[in-house]
């Protein structure tokens, strides 16, 4: 077989909780091609993962975008280790050493996979061009990826913010579905909360349904707090969930309200929209993440 | 006059709401000289200033931390400007003109106060080594200077942590002091927060006065939403409000209890600090901007 890529094949993978993709394609985000399959247990999704690679070549750089925990900090003895995690057989897995082994000398850049969604959507997506974007995805959970400062955003680990604790809506009693924090941003607001909440799917709750003022208002205080830590200059909602009509727009004039006149970064409108990529976001970032130092 | 500076005098200057203070002395903090003088009008002030740095020689380069919202981007057109501002004569004064006008050439790193006084703490004080630190500084309003990887974060404008939104402790019917958000975090545990809520100055309170719990108790939540959001290693907490006896242990047990075992960083002992400088952490913290690239 003749390598179709030489000399340099830049390839990417985003582990996904459910799902993995796969690809090869340029630093800019180009896809060239990719390949999907269901994440099943670490071994036998990477073994695919790697079979698939070097069906292409030699890839000489790798970008991963991984759910998390996972440690992304290459200073740390256990770079690239899943943290401990509910998901079964995933704990303490090392994504990079499988990668490492089979393609010696290949330089992996790690990042979770909300930021490397973030920084698709704050180069080339929703938020082109933008040094301070937030990229927001509401699904079965809730993360968020942070570009600060032209930066992604790390600290000590990770940014949490499904896990941020926010006021009560008035006369809201639910008791939220997080079994860490119960009412976080992610247990009143992430898909599972929603169905709990109003016993129907959010799918198939209409856009005029008050679900939406419920899901709008913990998002925009989420977003609220970003402004106070983070501050973004635009804030990009993707996920399963926010696929309803005029979500993005009433969580846009309530953190406006929220805001008072006091974060100028809100004025920008429009503020709060949907991704460019959304399915893609991931792997185009993780692609791009063999271009940033 | 022999300057005593020749080659290359560092210089600082920090702005505050009420005090300036203006130093000599080294990028790695060490001062040699200060003087400090009641913040006035703005020309009246930097007039003092000047003036002070002149009778030393002429700086090659100053660290200003000031007080804000301050447009502090150098890619900004307005960089170096006080933003709308309820103090008196200070919106749209450029706190960087006359000091380039003064000694031209000079280099200027401009930041928050709380941004510097985080670098100082981080480098060379309660945090020192660590690369993620935040320290909160508590008296007539709040404020945060955040340190993520290593770096001074800033995004769109600069953190304004006192304004967070944050969950109310159960039974909590005060209606909060700010004038934007009313129950933010400055409205609820300021000084003139804690003077209103309960009818004397925190000074004169006890340490186990219950207003300590209540203290803890937002500050706790502003920290979760730190960690949800630009993970910090340590936490320092200064500022007068913070000196009673007990309040960041309190604060860091409840921040323990709150995270739930999620996020890592916390499990650090001690997490919660009071400052090493305190009165000095803002100008060491813009001697050290000098250094800084």
Redesign the interface.
């Known amino acids: 077989m003749v390598p179709r890529y030489p000399l340099f094949m830049i390839a990417a993978m985003e582990l996904g909780g459910t799902k993995t993709v796969v690809a090869i394609g340029k630093s800019d985000g180009t896809l060239e091609e990719e390949y999907r399959f269901p994440t099943t247990r670490p071994e036998e999704t990477f073994r695919t993962a790697i079979e698939w690679f070097s069906s292409k070549g030699t890839p000489t750089a790798i970008g991963i975008a991984a759910f998390g925990p996972v440690q992304i900090n290459p200073k740390a003895a256990n770079w690239g280790d899943i943290?401990p995690t509910p998901k079964p057989h995933w704990t303490g897995f090392s994504i990079t050493k499988p990668l490492l082994e089979a393609f010696p000398g290949v330089e992996i850049t790690l990042e979770t996979d909300v930021n490397a969604a973030c920084l698709a959507e704050a180069r080339i997506g929703a938020a082109a061009g933008l040094e301070?974007v937030v990229y927001i995805t509401i699904g079965t959970g809730i993360g968020?990826g942070?570009l600060?400062?032209g930066?992604l955003?790390?600290?000590?680990?990770?940014?949490?913010?499904?896990?941020?604790?926010?006021?009560?809506k008035d006369g809201d009693d639910f008791k939220g579905t997080c079994p860490?924090?119960n009412d976080c941003l992610e247990g009143m607001a992430s898909g599972p909360a929603i169905e709990q909440r109003w016993g129907t799917p959010g799918g198939q709750l209409p856009p005029d349904h008050p679900a939406w003022d419920t899901e709008a208002w913990y998002l925009a205080?989420g977003i609220?707090?970003?402004?106070?830590?983070?501050?973004?200059?635009r804030v990009v909602i993707g996920g399963g969930v926010s696929q309803v009509e005029g979500l993005h727009k009433k969580t846009e004039e309530l953190v406006r309200k929220?805001a008072?006149?006091?974060?100028?970064?809100v004025e920008n409108s429009p503020y709060v929209v949907a991704p460019k990529f959304d399915q893609e976001a991931g792997i185009k970032g993780a692609l791009m993440l063999t271009g940033i130092t």
Request: a negative charge; aromatic letters at 10%.
């Open positions: 943290l301070n968020a942070v600060c400062d930066r955003l790390h600290g000590a680990l990770h940014p949490e913010f499904g896990h941020v604790l926010l006021p009560r860490f924090h205080h609220q707090a970003l402004l106070a830590i983070a501050p973004p200059e929220l008072a006149g006091y974060f100028p970064a």
